[in-house]
């Protein structure tokens, strides 16, 4: 499963270009799928038959990453950017981001700020694209740019940019492989824009009309040094959400996922986050309404370039979606 | 210009009635189906022409959705004080900067009022430094007391911004450019000839609050994709860092990529700045991140909308009067009709 996660989260596509991205995933289900169609928006929607009288499951991770996008050249031919999604400018400082065309830019920070120790703001942050004019800066406004950084696993935690939510994309996929029968139909979506306005699951479950809807997503973790406290740790099994700010799980769809995995004695946790959503918020209030819910991997740095997961909880959150497929 | 009309027509959000009358009145003859629907919308429906020498034709099945937004920024009578004055708030986004002294319009009688301010020789040392916020501004209509007031403006009876629409050579000023310039572009493409596809115009309700009226036009619609036709921020005006300008004037339309309210479908884009390129139409991409539009809520519609925004770009926005480019103008009608003209079921088409 190592070499599909490299494959996913070295994949350039921030929210609103996962052209990319969507190939990449097309190329891994296409063999498994019963039938595959991208939607209006540009959502990955995968089928699977179900074999028996089951239910309408969505499954969904989404494919698209936070970025930068360019909002003016100077004449020197520097770079000033807003966020695609949400970006802490602490983590911009130094980074290098990467361009749809394999330009590079470094973030740089202007020095003379009023105050210095204060957290700077996205606006006094520039890419640096080694350019000596705007004329011949290679970048222009409106063009994406996603941050780089090499995946890395060590131990069992795995280290990469767009961990959030490319990890769900693997597990997605990892569980559709392993999917030998189920009685209910399958749809794994592979949405876009989830980090800009979670648009790409609400217009897909629109579509597909579910009878339940899971979100497969990452989590924060209170397990670092003076972090927020929260209940959940890396290596500790997949979250079983309760709550987020944006949405409350049916607690129908959470009590399943808890009774599958204590069946089949799969570690699991839940989860309480107090600031953060997924593509479950949007997925439950389509139509006349969907039960909803979602399990998380637990993840440190979420939205920084160095997101960290635990790869038992990435099989493990395989496992628990196969027991919650492969029974009625 | 059908954008004088527009312009001196008055509608805050949630009351959009005359600026819809001369909506109606200048679109009735140049669509064959038109209707208000129950949030005040106006929806329009031009045919495709039948031409079958076109390279386009064929296609006319395409769902193309095109949307303006009537209303504007404004006030809302909520409260009274003994002495007759109104006491309002901010109906949409309003900077209070521009509110002291400034000439509205109070009711669908446009009873003339005035915010009330204090002299000049009457403040205090520092005073006129401050900004009064819109809770502490009162509305002077000339009432004898809290009766006549409640009489003359019940409560929640919207005031709004007067301002005349002028020409002035190169450059319009007026109220409103946001959206009437949208509705004025998309009554001059409604006019024009037939589109190989069957146009549906949406001059929508209640943007400024919320993007309600676009989001169940766009239900109604089931547009393939869609174009908010928009007047957005220029803000082209000198400034201390070289870190924006949003648009600037002159320099052709405006096409998001990006805003607050949705990322805009790049094949959309691209069919736009391909245009552009090719007729040597001026354009801009606007600064990524900035403001939100009816995209916002059409793109959301039913299983998603591919939509894209443009706009003529305004100085000015959410003041008493705003100034467009009649090139900047001209130029997005021609950008649109000649976009729409180039718009096939290939140019929705994904390559993965």
């Given at each position: 499963?190592?070499?599909?996660?490299?494959?996913?989260?070295?994949?350039?596509?921030p929210?609103?270009?996962?052209?990319?991205?969507?190939a990449?995933?097309?190329?891994?289900?296409?063999?498994?799928?019963?039938?595959l169609?991208v939607?209006?928006?540009?959502?990955?929607?995968?089928?699977?038959?179900?074999?028996?009288?089951?239910?309408?499951?969505v499954?969904?991770a989404?494919?698209?990453?936070?970025?930068?996008?360019?909002?003016?050249?100077?004449?020197?031919?520097?770079a000033?950017?807003?966020?695609?999604?949400?970006?802490?400018?602490?983590?911009c400082?130094?980074?290098?981001?990467?361009?749809?065309d394999?330009?590079v830019?470094?973030?740089?920070?202007?020095?003379?700020r009023?105050?210095?120790?204060?957290i700077p703001?996205l606006e006094?942050?520039y890419?640096?694209?080694?350019?000596?004019?705007?004329?011949d800066?290679?970048?222009?406004?409106?063009d994406p740019?996603?941050?780089?950084?090499?995946?890395?696993?060590?131990?069992?935690?795995?280290?990469?940019?767009?961990?959030d939510?490319?990890?769900?994309?693997a597990?997605?996929?990892?569980?559709?492989?392993?999917?030998?029968d189920?009685?209910h139909?399958?749809?794994?979506?592979?949405?876009v824009?989830?980090?800009?306005?979670?648009?790409?699951?609400?217009?897909?479950t629109?579509?597909i009309?579910?009878?339940m809807?899971?979100?497969?997503?990452?989590?924060?973790?209170?397990d670092?040094p003076?972090?927020?406290?929260?209940?959940?740790?890396?290596?500790?099994?997949p979250?079983?959400?309760?709550?987020?700010?944006?949405m409350?799980?049916?607690?129908?769809?959470?009590?399943?996922?808890?009774r599958?995995?204590?069946?089949?004695?799969?570690p699991?946790?839940?989860?309480?986050?107090?600031?953060?959503t997924?593509?479950?918020?949007?997925?439950?209030l389509?139509?006349?309404?969907?039960?909803s819910?979602?399990?998380s991997?637990?993840?440190r740095?979420?939205?920084?370039?160095?997101?960290?997961?635990?790869?038992r909880?990435?099989?493990?959150?395989?496992?628990?979606?196969?027991?919650?497929l492969?029974?009625? | 210009?059908?954008?004088?009309?527009?312009?001196?027509?008055?509608?805050?959000?949630?009351?959009?009635?005359?600026?819809?009358?001369?909506?109606?009145?200048?679109?009735?003859k140049?669509?064959?189906e038109?209707?208000?629907?129950?949030?005040?919308?106006?929806?329009?429906?031009?045919?495709?022409?039948?031409?079958?020498?076109?390279?386009?034709?064929?296609?006319?099945h395409?769902?193309?959705?095109?949307?303006?937004?009537?209303?504007?920024?404004?006030?809302?009578?909520?409260?009274?004080?003994?002495?007759?004055?109104?006491?309002?708030?901010?109906?949409?986004g309003i900077?209070?900067?521009?509110?002291p002294?400034?000439?509205?319009?109070?009711g669908?009688?446009?009873?003339?009022?005035?915010?009330?301010?204090?002299?000049?020789?009457?403040?205090?040392?520092?005073?006129?430094?401050?900004?009064?916020?819109?809770?502490?501004?009162?509305?002077?209509i000339?009432?004898?007391?809290?009766?006549?007031?409640q009489?003359?403006?019940?409560?929640?009876?919207?005031?709004h911004f007067?301002?005349?629409?002028?020409?002035?050579?190169?450059?319009?000023?007026?109220k409103?450019?946001?959206?009437?310039?949208g509705?004025?572009?998309?009554?001059?493409?409604?006019?024009?000839?037939?589109?190989?596809f069957?146009l549906?115009?949406?001059?929508?309700?209640?943007e400024e609050?919320?993007?309600?009226?676009?989001r169940?036009?766009?239900?109604a619609?089931?547009?393939?994709?869609a174009?908010?036709?928009?007047?957005t921020?220029?803000?082209?005006?000198p400034?201390?860092?070289?870190i924006?300008?949003t648009?600037?004037?002159?320099?052709?339309p405006?096409?998001?990529?990006?805003d607050?309210?949705?990322?805009?479908?790049?094949?959309?884009?691209?069919?736009?700045t391909?245009?552009?390129?090719?007729?040597?139409i001026?354009?801009?991409?606007?600064?990524?991140?900035i403001?939100g539009?009816?995209?916002?809520?059409?793109?959301l519609?039913?299983?998603?909308?591919?939509?894209?925004?443009?706009?003529v770009?305004c100085?000015?926005?959410?003041?008493?009067?705003?100034?467009?480019?009649?090139d900047d103008?001209?130029?997005?009608?021609?950008?649109?009709?000649?976009?729409?003209?180039r718009l096939?079921?290939?140019?929705?088409?994904r390559?993965?």
């Open positions: 499963m190592k070499d599909l996660i490299r494959k996913l989260v070295e994949t350039h596509s929210s609103g270009t996962e052209e990319n991205i969507r990449v995933i097309r190329a891994e289900v296409e063999s498994v799928a019963d039938e169609r939607d209006p928006l540009g959502s990955l929607v995968v089928h699977k038959r179900g074999s028996g009288d089951g239910q309408r499951i499954l969904d989404h494919m698209d990453e936070i970025g930068v996008m360019v909002t003016h050249v100077d004449e020197k031919g520097f000033r950017f807003t966020s695609i999604g949400g970006v802490n400018p602490l983590t400082v130094g980074a290098r981001v990467a361009f749809a394999r330009t830019g470094v973030i740089g920070i202007e020095e003379k009023e105050n210095n120790s204060k703001k006094q942050l890419i640096d694209v080694g350019a000596t004019s705007g004329d800066c290679p970048v222009h406004v409106g740019a996603v941050f780089t950084r090499p995946f890395v696993a060590q131990g069992t935690r795995l280290i990469a940019k767009a961990m939510d490319r990890i769900g994309c597990v997605l996929i990892e569980t559709l492989v392993r999917l030998t189920t009685p139909d399958v749809f794994l979506v592979f949405s824009q989830e980090e800009t306005t979670l648009s790409g699951a609400r217009t897909s629109y579509g009309e579910p009878d809807a899971i979100a497969v997503d990452v989590t924060r973790t209170g670092r003076e972090c927020h406290p929260m209940a959940v740790e890396l290596g500790k099994g979250a079983v959400k309760v709550k987020d700010s944006r409350i799980s049916h607690p129908a769809v959470r009590d399943l996922l808890v599958r995995a204590k069946e089949a004695d799969i699991y946790q839940l989860e309480v986050l107090e600031r953060g997924t593509d479950a918020a949007a997925m439950q389509v139509r006349s309404g969907v039960p819910g979602c399990l991997i637990p993840c740095y979420i939205h920084s370039p160095s997101e960290m997961v635990d790869e909880d990435v099989e493990n959150s395989v496992r628990l979606l196969l027991e919650v492969q029974s009625a | 210009m059908i954008l004088r009309e527009l312009s001196e027509a008055t509608g805050v959000s949630g009351n959009e009635r005359e600026v819809r009358a001369v909506v109606l009145d200048a679109i009735q140049h669509a064959d038109v209707r208000v629907d129950t949030m005040g919308n106006v929806l329009a429906l031009k045919h495709g022409a039948d031409d079958s020498d076109s390279p386009t034709a064929g296609h006319r395409i769902r193309v959705m095109l949307s303006a937004h009537m209303d504007e920024v404004g006030l809302m009578v909520v409260g009274y004080d003994n002495d007759g004055f109104l006491k309002v708030r901010a109906v949409g900077d209070p900067r521009l509110l002294g400034t000439l509205l319009q109070v669908p009688d446009h009873i003339p009022g005035v915010i009330g301010t204090k002299p000049i020789h009457l403040l205090k040392e520092k005073e006129g430094q401050k900004v009064p916020q819109i809770e502490n501004l009162v509305v002077d000339g009432a004898k007391g809290k009766d006549e007031a009489r003359l403006a019940p409560l929640g009876t919207y005031a007067v301002t005349q629409f002028r020409e002035l050579g190169p450059t319009v000023s007026g409103a450019f946001d959206d009437r310039a509705c004025a572009v998309l009554v001059e493409l409604l006019r024009g000839a037939r589109f190989h069957d549906h115009a949406a001059f929508t309700v209640q609050v919320g993007l309600r009226g676009a169940v036009a766009a239900y619609i089931e547009p393939d994709c174009f908010a036709l928009e007047g921020i220029a803000d082209d005006i400034k201390d860092k070289d924006s300008p648009t600037e004037l002159g320099k052709g405006a096409i998001t990529v990006m607050r309210s949705f990322v805009a479908d790049r094949r959309l884009v691209r069919l736009l391909d245009t552009a390129e090719e007729l040597d001026p354009y801009q991409i606007k600064q990524p991140g403001g539009t009816d995209a916002g809520a059409i793109h519609a039913r299983e998603g909308v591919p939509s894209v925004t443009v706009a770009p100085r000015y926005i959410h003041s008493p009067v705003a100034l467009l480019s009649v103008f001209n130029n997005t009608v021609r950008l649109m009709r000649e976009s729409l003209s096939t079921p290939h140019t929705l088409t390559r993965q």
